[in-house]
C-alpha cells in the first residue's frame, strides 16, 4: 500500500519560514520524480516544485528563490523548505510522487498539510 504522509505545516507570520516533509512507503522512492502542489480556497492545484530522480528540480515563478525541495532517498522523503512566507502562500500543500515507464503511469498524492501565512 502507497502512502505519503506530509507534516510541517501550520501558522506562520508573514516572512517566516516553514519546512513542509513528505514521507512515502510502498513505492520504490528512488524511482520517483517528487513535487509540493499546493491548492487555496477557490483555485486550482498548481505546481510549487519539483524534483527528478537524478536530483534536478524546478519551481513555480513565484516561489523561486524562496522555497527549496529537496529529496532524501535513504529515507524515502522529500522536503520543501520555505521562506520569505507571503499570505499568498496560504494554502494546503500535497506531496506527489509519480512515475511513468512507457504506458504505465503511476501517480500517488497524499492527504496534504495546511500552510497559513497570516499577521
Known amino acids: 500500500q502507497v502512502q505519503l504522509v506530509e507534516s510541517g505545516g501550520g501558522l506562520v507570520q508573514p516572512g517566516g519560514s516553514l519546512r513542509l516533509s513528505c514521507a512515502a512507503s510502498g513505492i520504490i522512492f528512488s524511482n520517483y520524480i517528487m513535487g509540493w502542489y499546493r491548492q487555496a480556497p477557490g483555485t486550482q492545484r498548481e505546481a510549487v516544485a519539483t524534483?527528478?530522480?537524478?536530483?534536478?528540480?524546478s519551481y513555480a515563478d513565484s516561489v523561486k528563490g524562496r522555497f527549496t525541495i529537496s529529496r532524501d532517498n535513504a529515507k524515502n522523503t522529500v522536503l520543501l523548505q520555505m521562506n520569505s512566507l507571503k499570505p499568498e502562500d496560504t494554502a494546503v500543500y500535497y506531496c506527489n510522487a509519480y512515475r511513468r515507464v512507457m504506458d504505465m503511469l503511476n501517480d500517488y498524492w497524499g492527504q496534504g498539510t495546511q500552510a497559513t501565512v497570516s499577521s
Open positions: 524534483i527528478t530522480t537524478g536530483g534536478s528540480t
